[in-house]
Each structure stands twice: as structure tokens, then as C-alpha cells.
Nanobody, 127 residues
């Protein structure tokens, strides 16, 4: 499966951005999509994920640092996952990567749970 991320940019603290990740190719090879981010000098960390068993919707997961501010959703017809980011903080600045795979519950927050990655999109939050 191929993943194409978009939607990053520069925003002031307190602002909002929406990231998109469109999947194409072997869609059936994945049952979850996630977002990870990597700030300069730091490891890539889990942000959010959505896992589904068929049809629309799915179960969502969030890192504690973004819970209540970020919302992940899925448009099944468009094979696209969105990450709505509100109340952005300077510490949210990072390159955001979308990922697809078939993680089990214990690996939904781990890079190893995903086998396909999109290119990163830069999110910069100014103070």
C-alpha cells in the first residue's frame, strides 16, 4: 500500500491544522493507519491511530500529549485518514508521518506495528 500525506504548514500557537493521508494500492493489506511525529534530535513518536474491522469508523488511539486536542478520523470511500489538530503548541512542531499496517492491540502505538509509511509533512507551530 502507498501512503501520501499532506496538510502540514506553519501556524501560530493555539491554531489548527488538518493532515490527510491517502492510501492507494493494496488497501486490504492494512486494517489500521496511524500518525507518528519526529522533532529534531528526537525519536519518532506515536501520535494517533485508527483501527477498523470493516466499513466505516474504527477504534481510535491517542498519545496522552495530544488527547483532547487532536482527532483522527477515516473516510472509507476515499481511503483517507485525517488528523485534525487543534490548540496547537510549539512542542507539536515536528515532521508528521502517516503509517499503515495490521498492528495488534499491543503494537498499535509502536512503529513496528506498521509496514507502510508515507513521506513526512512538516508542522511548525510558532509561539
Amino acid at each position: 500500500v502507498q501512503l501520501q500525506a499532506s496538510g502540514g504548514g506553519l501556524v501560530q500557537a493555539g491554531g489548527s491544522l488538518r493532515l490527510s493521508c491517502a492510501a492507494s494500492g493494496s488497501i486490504s493489506s492494512i486494517h489500521a493507519m496511524g500518525w507518528f511525529r519526529q522533532a529534531p534530535g528526537k525519536d519518532r513518536e506515536f501520535v494517533s491511530a485508527i483501527r477498523w474491522s470493516g466499513g466505516s469508523g474504527g477504534t481510535t488511539y491517542y498519545a496522552d500529549s495530544v488527547k483532547g486536542r487532536f482527532t483522527i478520523s477515516r473516510d472509507n470511500a476515499k481511503n483517507t485518514v485525517y488528523l485534525q489538530m487543534n490548540s496547537l503548541k510549539p512542542e507539536d512542531t515536528a515532521v508528521y508521518y502517516c503509517a499503515g499496517g495490521r498492528p495488534i492491540l499491543s503494537t498499535i502505538r509502536s512503529r513496528g506495528g506498521y509496514h507502510s509509511w508515507g513521506q513526512g509533512t512538516q508542522v511548525t507551530v510558532s509561539s
